[in-house]
């Protein structure tokens, strides 16, 4: 799939964002077995929808459960 330029900066602001935050919380994830759920998110997207900013959602990791927090 091919992402238009805007689409490709947008995410990669968030996931600049993202790479800071879990930066700062590996420590403790790694120090303390509850840390680990602090870290795990997994993410989607439809890019193809016109609104497609508001689509970005991110999930429990096994995707089966309600999203948890809407970026």
Not at 6 to 20: E, K
Not at 58 to 67: D, I, S, V, Y
Request: charged share 20%; net charge negative.
């Amino acid at each position: 799939m091919t992402l238009l330029a805007d689409q490709l900066l947008s995410l990669h602001s968030v996931l600049l964002a993202l790479h800071h935050v879990t930066r700062r919380l590996l420590p403790m994830s790694l120090a303390d077995e509850a840390g680990h759920d602090v870290v795990r998110l997994d993410a989607v997207i439809d890019v193809t929808s016109a609104h497609w900013k508001q689509t970005l959602q991110f999930t429990e990791p096994n995707m089966n459960l309600p999203t948890c927090r809407r970026w």
